[in-house]
Nanobody, 123 residues
Framework: VQLQASGGGLVQAGGSLRLSCTAS????????MGWFRQAPGKEREFVAA????????YYADSMKGRFTISRDNAKNAVYLQMNSLKPEDTAVYYC?????????????????WGQGTLVTVSS
């Protein structure tokens, strides 16, 4: 699966962004999807995950209520709607695909990764 993330940019604190990740190469609906991020000088961290059908989602605690993950299997795409952004949300955001059932917050359970898109939140 080839993954292409987009939608990053510069936004002021309190603003919103919607990230997109499009997939190609394999049957998209056979993969659970996740979003991870990595801030400068920090380790990669889990953001959100969604199951193959979209019926199950899971969020990191710090993102609950602010971020929403969704997918459109007809468009081979997964999205991350980010609201009430904070400067500490500044990071490169990566989408990833896993062949495991359900949802996963563990990076090593993901088989494919996109190239990342940079989100910068100014104070």
């Amino acid at each position: 699966v080839q993954l292409q993330a987009s939608g990053g940019g510069l936004v002021q604190a309190g603003g919103s962004l919607r990230l997109s990740c499009t997939a190609s190469g394999r049957t998209f609906s056979n993969y659970g999807m996740g979003w991870f991020r990595q801030a400068p000088g920090k380790e990669r961290e889990f953001v959100a995950a969604i199951s193959r059908s979209g019926g199950m989602t899971y969020y990191a605690d710090s993102m609950k209520g602010r971020f929403t993950i969704s997918r459109d299997n007809a468009k081979n795409a997964v999205y991350l709607q980010m609201n009430s952004l904070k400067p500490e949300d500044t990071a490169v955001y990566y989408c990833a695909a896993t062949s495991r059932l359900g949802v996963s917050y563990l990076g090593y359970e993901y088989d494919y990764w996109g190239q990342g898109t940079l989100v910068t939140v100014s104070s």
